[in-house]
C-alpha cells in the first residue's frame, strides 16, 4: 500500500512518528519555559540589601520633600524645590568644619563631577552637600562652596547645580533616618561613614555609594537610571536593559536572568511556530487521504 506523496506505508508511518515526537517535545519545552520563567523573576527581585559602616540602605525610601533646609545664599525652602528641576540628585551627608572624612568625600565628589562624561553638573544631574551640624551657618556653606567651585572644570555649573545646604536638628534627624546615615557626636566632631545616595527627581532614594573615591562610568549610568528616562542617549537605555543593579557588589553588572528572559520568551515563540506548522502539515495530509 502507498501512504501520503505515494510514499510506503511504513515510511509515511515513520514520519508521522517522528513529527508527533517532535510536538510532543515541543510541548514539554514550553512548559519548561513557562516554570523556570518565575523562579527567574524571583531571584532577579531578590531582597537581599548589603549594609555598611553607619549607613543603612534604604532603596526606594521616599524622603519628605517638605523638610526645610537653607541653601549658602541663606534662603530656606522644602527639600522638594531643590528637586523641582526634574533632575536625578545626589545626596551627600556630611559637615562643613569636618576636619578629615567630610573634606576626602568633598573632594572625592569633586574628581567625580570632573570625570563624568556626557552629564553635566547643573543640566543633567544636581548635587545637595547636607550638614548634619544644625550649629553650622549659611556663611560657613557659602566659605565651603566657593572653596569646590573654584576646583571644578566648570566652575560656573557649580552655583547652579550643587548647593551646600544646612538645617535644623530635628530636619537633620529626619532627613539621615530616611537615608539610613547614622552619626554619633564625638567631642566637637561627629562619627560617621562615607558615601552618598542618589535621589530621583521625585525624592525617592535610588542608588547608594560608599567611600571616598567613586567610578564615574558607575555612577553616571546610575544617574540615568535615576532619572527615568530624563537623561542618557538611547544606548545607555539599551545597556540599562542588559545590565541591572547588584546590591551584593554596590554596582551595575550584567543581567543574565535577563537575557535568559528574553531568551526563553525567543524560545517559546519559536516552538508555537514550528507546533503551528506542524500542526498544518498534519491537516494538508488528512486532505489529500480524503
Known amino acids: 500500500m502507498r501512504g501520503f506523496n505515494n510514499q510506503p506505508d511504513f515510511v509515511y508511518c515513520a514520519r508521522i512518528a517522528i513529527m508527533k515526537t517532535v510536538r510532543n517535545i515541543a510541548y514539554i519545552l514550553i512548559l519548561l519555559s513557562l516554570a523556570v520563567a518565575p523562579h527567574v523573576l524571583a531571584l532577579e527581585d531578590?531582597?537581599?540589601?548589603?549594609?555598611?559602616?553607619?549607613?543603612?540602605?534604604?532603596?526606594?525610601?521616599?524622603?519628605?520633600?517638605?523638610?526645610?533646609?537653607?541653601?549658602?545664599?541663606?534662603?530656606?525652602?522644602?527639600?522638594?524645590?531643590?528637586?523641582?528641576?526634574?533632575?536625578?540628585?545626589?545626596?551627600?551627608?556630611?559637615?562643613?568644619?569636618?576636619?578629615?572624612?567630610?573634606?576626602?568625600?568633598?573632594?572625592?565628589?569633586?574628581?567625580?563631577?570632573?570625570q563624568l562624561q556626557a552629564l553635566e553638573l547643573g543640566r543633567d544631574y544636581n548635587i545637595l552637600a547636607v550638614s548634619i551640624n544644625p550649629e553650622e551657618t549659611a556663611d560657613l556653606a557659602t566659605a565651603k562652596a566657593e572653596n569646590y567651585y573654584k576646583t571644578l572644570k566648570h566652575p560656573e555649573n557649580g552655583p547652579r547645580g550643587w548647593r551646600f545646604l544646612t538645617a535644623s536638628q530635628d530636619v537633620i534627624k529626619k532627613l539621615t533616618g530616611t537615608l539610613g546615615f547614622g552619626f554619633t557626636p564625638d567631642g566637637t566632631e561627629f562619627a560617621h561613614a562615607a558615601g552618598f545616595m542618589i535621589l530621583s527627581p521625585f525624592g525617592k532614594i535610588m542608588r547608594y555609594f560608599y567611600g571616598v573615591l567613586y567610578e564615574p562610568e558607575q555612577v553616571r549610568i546610575a544617574l540615568i537610571d535615576a532619572s527615568e528616562g530624563r537623561i542618557g542617549t538611547t544606548i545607555d537605555k539599551i545597556f540599562l536593559f542588559c545590565f541591572r543593579y547588584d546590591h551584593t557588589q554596590g554596582k551595575y553588572t550584567f543581567a543574565a536572568w535577563t537575557l535568559m528572559r528574553v531568551v526563553s520568551i525567543a524560545v517559546v515563540l519559536l516552538l508555537f511556530s514550528f507546533l503551528i506548522y506542524l500542526r498544518r502539515k498534519e491537516k494538508s495530509r488528512e486532505i489529500c487521504n480524503g
Not at 67 to 74: P, S, Y
Not at 78 to 101: D, Q
Open 46 to 114: 531578590s531582597a537581599s540589601v548589603p549594609q555598611s559602616s553607619g549607613i543603612t540602605e534604604n532603596l526606594g525610601a521616599q524622603v519628605d520633600l517638605t523638610l526645610a533646609l537653607t541653601d549658602q545664599d541663606g534662603t530656606t525652602k522644602p527639600l522638594g524645590k531643590y528637586l523641582e528641576n526634574g533632575r536625578p540628585t545626589i545626596i551627600v551627608p556630611v559637615y562643613f568644619r569636618c576636619p578629615r572624612l567630610c573634606n576626602f568625600t568633598l573632594n572625592g565628589l569633586t574628581d567625580l563631577i570632573n
